[in-house]
Nanobody, 129 residues
């Protein structure tokens, strides 16, 4: 059974930092991409960041560019999302996602949920003002 387990969420004041972790079990996603999405109350799930595991290239939503950094650790088989300069509007449930089938290889597909076939349960991030 494949699982993506997120951790690292919590409550932080505006301007603070958090680091989310995602550890896949049951398979690896090193051939394609792993990403982070988020869903705020009453809003649709949206793309945050993704990394092509095999080459290390990264992509970000404009709303987080310059503040968030996605990275991976091959030895630990873990994907991280370092979040700095957090704002109240970053409050959301953050989901880790993995592409096992190569759908994210299609041009323009990295930021779309349909490119990812495995999802974690989510971790809550709350930023107070």
């Amino acid at each position: 059974q494949v699982q993506l387990v997120e951790s690292g969420g919590g409550l932080v004041q505006a301007g603070g930092s958090l680091r989310l972790s995602c550890v896949p079990s049951g398979r690896t996603f090193r051939k394609f991409a792993m990403g982070w999405f988020r869903q705020a109350p009453g809003k649709d799930r949206e793309f945050v960041a993704t990394i092509r595991w095999n080459i290390g290239s990264t992509y970000y939503a404009d709303s987080v560019k310059g503040r968030f950094t996605i990275s991976r650790d091959n030895a630990k088989n873990t994907v991280y999302l370092q979040m700095n300069s957090l704002k109240p509007e970053d409050t959301a449930v953050y989901y880790c996602a993995g592409d096992s089938a190569g759908r994210t290889a299609a041009p323009g597909s990295l930021a779309f949920q349909r490119g990812y076939d495995y999802w974690g349960q989510g971790t809550q991030v709350t930023v107070s003002s």
